[in-house]
């Protein structure tokens, strides 16, 4: 794993206009850096990255099936008691889940660790699945890059085929957001895009025109029932919402599925490392306020179950300046957990992260982010990466 500088593209944001990556720039600061890129070898993405993946995603279902079976601990992970029935029903029927990403510290010598599972409502999807490859062929085109480079990159291919086993035979399906963000309505399309691509009927509605018939289904803004419905909106917040509890019996089938609560807090990550002890893909983490979590002693990080985009995250170290990094945020209420620190690596002046994607139970890519503080946020850069021995 080497960061290289290398020239961008000159017609880039050119480029990323045509095909609809218009949150390139956020607030006049570079969200996509093609500046530089990461280099892999293949052994080092099958072996360290792929491969641990698997292995992670398999220890998170072995949880869900703990989790889900003990009410105790769904509710230290803050999930509403009313919905504790709903979640196991959900993982027993085994209602399908479409993606999820694993974020990863991987330095290129040591296994990858795992800091938290994006397993609900993880974004910078369209960037890893599709502009990062058009940069690939473009510098291959331009020369900068030999024929023979690739890229650990079969998102958009996995999600063609995952999306018309989870529409069914009617092969219809409604994809939801906030559309006020740029972000989310760009992630929203491509997924939708995916599913006509698969020979689907996709309807786009914004998530605050759904509505809910006499009999539970959710309908659209047409009074149309929602048979399948994608929604880019966290679970934790319908469930805690007035609308949420049409959840519990709604036909409707849901992506990501109620048992996704349990994948997306960050209350997994104790229950993994008390589950797998040890294992080098995973970090010792604990509830906070269990006896247990005094072996972190005074250095530790520190999680709400709910948080997103490091907010509320703290790097808590006395060899720190001022003791410890901090982000603002929302989040806390619900708790927290404690993990080991363990540093990103770090290539010049920033921070890195491995985003390793999931899409249907399957490795499908890597996106990298970047940052100067070593909590990564929704301001961090992506950076692309390739494959060349």
């Given at each position: 794993m080497d960061r290289i500088e290398i020239e961008e593209r000159p017609d880039w944001r050119d480029?990323?206009?045509?095909?609809?990556?218009?949150?390139?720039?956020?607030?006049?600061?570079?969200?996509?850096?093609?500046?530089?890129?990461?280099?892999?070898?293949?052994?080092?993405?099958?072996?360290?990255?792929?491969?641990?993946?698997?292995?992670?995603?398999?220890?998170?279902?072995r949880a869900v099936e703990r989790i889900v079976n003990d009410g105790a601990l769904m509710e230290r992970m803050a999930i509403p008691e009313e919905f504790h029935d709903a979640v196991r029903q959900s993982w027993t029927r085994?209602?399908?889940?479409?993606?999820?990403?694993?974020?990863?510290?991987?330095?290129?010598?040591?296994?990858?660790?795992?800091?938290?599972?994006?397993?609900?409502t993880p974004t910078s999807?369209?960037?890893?699945?599709?502009?990062?490859?058009?940069?690939?062929?473009?510098?291959?085109?331009?020369?900068?890059?030999?024929?023979?480079?690739?890229?650990?990159?079969?998102?958009?291919?996995?999600?063609?085929?995952?999306l018309p086993v989870i529409a069914g035979p009617n092969r219809r399906m409604h994809f939801a957001g906030v559309f006020d963000s740029g972000e989310d309505r760009a992630t929203v399309e491509y997924i939708a895009d995916c599913a006509v691509q698969a020979g689907i009927e996709a309807t786009l509605i914004d998530i605050a025109h759904i509505g809910v018939d006499a009999e539970g289904w959710f309908t659209d803004s047409s009074d149309y029932r929602i048979e399948t419905l994608?929604?880019?909106?966290?679970?934790?917040?319908?469930?805690?919402?007035?609308?949420?509890?049409?959840?519990?019996?709604?036909?409707?089938?849901?992506?990501?599925p109620l048992w996704k609560l349990v994948l997306s807090n960050k209350g997994l990550l104790p229950v993994l490392w008390e589950m797998f002890p040890g294992h080098p893909n995973l970090l010792p983490a604990f509830f906070?306020?269990?006896?247990a979590s005094d072996m972190l002693g005074d250095s530790y990080v520190r999680k709400p179950l709910l948080s997103r985009e490091g907010a509320n995250v703290a790097i808590v170290d006395p060899a720190l300046p001022?003791?410890?990094?901090?982000?603002?945020?929302?989040?806390?209420?619900?708790?927290?957990?404690?993990?080991?620190?363990?540093?990103?690596?770090?290539?010049?002046?920033?921070?890195?992260?491995?985003?390793?994607?999931?899409?249907?139970?399957?490795?499908?890519?890597?996106?990298?982010?970047?940052?100067?503080?070593?909590?990564?946020?929704?301001?961090?850069?992506?950076?692309?990466?390739?494959?060349?021995?």
């Open positions: 480029d990323a206009e045509r095909c609809g990556f218009l949150f390139h720039t956020i607030d006049g600061e570079p969200y996509w850096d093609e500046t530089r890129a990461y280099r892999f070898s293949l052994a080092e993405i099958e072996d360290n990255l792929e491969d641990p993946t698997q292995e992670l995603l398999s220890l998170c279902y085994k209602d399908y889940d479409l993606y999820g990403r694993f974020d990863l510290a991987y330095d290129g010598r040591s296994p990858a660790k795992l800091l938290e599972f994006n397993a609900d999807l369209f960037e890893s699945s599709v502009f990062q490859w058009r940069w690939l062929e473009g510098m291959k085109e331009l020369g900068r890059l030999p024929d023979e480079a690739d890229q650990f990159n079969s998102i958009h291919e996995k999600l063609v085929e995952a994608f929604k880019l909106y966290p679970l934790e917040d319908m469930v805690r919402e007035e609308f949420g509890r049409y959840l519990i019996e709604t036909p409707t089938r849901i992506v990501e906070e306020g269990s006896p001022g003791g410890g990094i901090a982000v603002d945020g929302a989040y806390g209420e619900e708790g927290y957990i404690r993990q080991q620190v363990q540093m990103l690596p770090r290539f010049g002046d920033d921070w890195t992260v491995i985003g390793s994607w999931v899409i249907a139970g399957r490795p499908a890519g890597i996106g990298i982010r970047e940052d100067r503080s070593p909590i990564t946020r929704n301001t961090s850069r992506f950076v692309p990466h390739f494959i060349l021995d």
